[in-house]
């Protein structure tokens, strides 16, 4: 099994950029993919950016040339930087991983809710 703890600030003013962190633990060799999706109120749970162990991303249409997905592999630990947020990006966001045969997410976290608002 593997464990995933999202982090980082909530609330950020139209415009602005905020930073996702999330850890995962457990048994972390089996997972290739990491990435994060967003669910906003009554909307379905969309991709925003997913990267391999090799660095391959793959960002959400909405999110591409504003959000940057990276990762550190020795901690296991993939990031969000969220830039010109726009009210749209209010949503629960939720770091994701799969397994080196998986092409769809094995493991979710709890979620981090980002709200963008003046």
């Known amino acids: 099994q593997v464990q995933l703890v999202e982090s980082g600030v909530g609330l950020v003013q139209p415009g602005g950029s905020l930073r996702l962190s999330c850890a995962a633990s457990?048994?972390?060799?089996?997972?290739?993919?990491m990435g994060w999706y967003r669910q906003a109120p009554g909307k379905e749970r969309d991709l925003v950016a997913d990267?391999?162990?090799?660095?391959?991303?793959n960002y959400g249409d909405s999110v591409k040339g504003r959000f940057i997905i990276s990762r550190d592999n020795a901690k296991n630990t993939v990031f969000l930087q969220m830039n010109s947020l726009k009210s749209d990006g209010t949503a629960v966001y939720y770091c994701?991983?799969?397994?080196?045969?998986?092409?769809?997410?094995?493991?979710w976290g709890k979620g981090i809710l980002v709200t963008v608002s003046s």
């Open positions: 457990g048994s972390t060799v089996s997972i290739n993919g």
């Open positions: 994701n991983a799969r397994n080196l045969w998986s092409d769809k997410p094995n493991y």
């Open positions: 990267i391999t162990r090799g660095g391959t991303t």
